[in-house]
């Protein structure tokens, strides 16, 4: 993959103008070799918006609290799952940002995937 002349994360599923200028910011000192291992780790990482909303979608119908346990946020996973999703209010408010989860999630494993990549090669 030359990273000089194509754009990979435009292949990435659901990727908004936001989390594309983040990537390119974030990969912005990184040599080609690093890059590419920056990508493998954060396309393996990253959760599509979609992705997020049938986490959601889960979280509110059937076990809440999944959705925050899929983002690694396993303390407000346990308190969902315990309070029925917060009386299913934060279950809904987590179902309209869905995008929102994603992207914050997005940012966190761009930063460790980054890190990751530096320290390589």
Known sequence: MDFQNTNPYMSLAGISAEELGLLQQATAGLNDEQKKYFFMIYSGKRKSPQDMLIFCLIGTFLVPGFQ???IGEIGMGILYLFTAGLCFIGSIVDLVNHKKLAL???QKMAFES???AKMSH
Request: hydrophobic share 55%; proline share 0%.
């Open 68 to 70: 925050r346990f899929m």
């Open 114 to 116: 980054f890190n990751l």
């Open 104 to 106: 914050e999630f997005n």
